[in-house]
């Protein structure tokens, strides 16, 4: 069931019409008591006064980014989105909806990654109702529908993704922040299509493991940054020690053989690398003894 536009008419023009129908209702009634009219003109305003009474039902509002969804006994029969004073068929029944964006944060959801991992993790979704027939007749309560199926869509999408990547390029609820909310809210936008619903934006507000793993996962990031710290460390430690090899040899300040270089090599990777300050040990006889 798609929107339509349903019937209605400008409020304030149609307030003169029930205006002159009460006027005349009430020059029945005056003439019937001057005795210038028989008295079945006096029933005829009273006819006409119940008929203004009845049109005055017809009269409704509506607020800015807002609609009225109209029903004829039970049928469908329109939306009224026009802003101000309006008038429609006194027999419709009327409905507001809010078109207004709207935004909810959702509770903290305790599921399992790719990995098999526990996580806690949870959303925030702004959406609006784009489709006035489809939020009140395709579901019961769009407003809980969009929650509910809000909080679905976030645990599949979660369970589709690591928490942290350990391959190079792979997607991770940590780091690929747009390509998860993006796919978070193309997962919400497929299931609340049917109710009319237009999901705007969609971001995960709080990841973290879950409690009886969160020591160990710490444990773990503390190794991969020790391990990545000591890699770097070890890279920048080689090439100081080619470059100190090479600027001996091109100045010719002395003259190792391999064994001696490798002596060198070993005893600068040890100061360069080491966690503590070294202590210098001065060699006061012979470079061979």
């Known amino acids: 069931m798609n929107e339509r536009t349903g019937f209605s008419i400008a409020g304030i023009p149609f ?15 005056a003439n019937v008591a ?35 969804v109209m029903q004829l006994f039970g ?19 009327r409905q507001r909806i809010s078109l207004r964006v709207r935004n909810f944060e959702s509770g903290k959801l305790k599921v ?20 006035t027939a489809e939020a009140v007749f395709c579901v019961d309560n769009y407003e809980n529908f969009a929650s509910i ?24 609820l940590r780091s690929h922040g747009e390509i998860i909310n993006n796919h978070l809210r193309d997962e919400i936008q497929a299931r609340l299509d049917r109710a009319g619903v237009q999901v705007t934006e969609a971001r995960i507000s709080h990841l973290a493991y879950a409690q009886e793993i969160a020591q160990a ?4 990031q503390q190794a991969s940054a020790i391990v990545a710290a000591r890699e770097r460390i070890v890279q920048g430690a080689v ?51």
């Not at 005795?35 to 607020?63: D, E, N, R, S």
């Not at 004073?85 to 027999?91: G, I, M, S």
């Not at 990654?113 to 784009?130: L, R, T």
């Not at 996962?217 to 773990?220: A, I, K, S, V």
């Open 15 to 29: 307030v003169f019409v029930c205006l002159g129908l009460a006027l005349i209702g009430v020059a029945c009634y």
């Open 34 to 68: 001057n005795g210038a009219a028989p008295v079945w003109i006096g029933g005829l305003g009273i006819l006409i006064h119940a008929l203004t009474l009845f049109f005055l039902k017809g009269y409704f509002q509506v607020a800015p980014n807002e609609g009225q």
């Open 75 to 93: 049928k469908y029969a329109g939306t009224v989105r026009h802003e101000g004073l309006r008038w429609t068929n006194p027999f419709y029944s």
């Open 112 to 131: 399992n990654d790719s990995d098999g991992n526990p996580i806690e993790i949870a959303a925030v979704v702004v959406w609006q109702v784009v489709d």
């Open 149 to 172: 199926q809000s909080e679905s869509a976030l645990r599949q999408m979660a369970q589709s993704y690591p928490y942290d990547a350990h391959e190079d390029g792979k997607p991770s």
């Open 217 to 220: 996962m710490l444990q773990r």
């Open 239 to 289: 090439g100081i020690v080619g470059m100190a090899l090479e600027k001996l040899r091109s100045q010719g300040v002395v003259d190792l053989d391999e064994e001696r270089k490798a002596a060198m090599v070993s005893n600068l990777l040890v100061v360069l690398c080491g966690e503590r300050a070294t202590q210098p040990v001065v060699n006061t006889g012979t470079l061979y003894h």
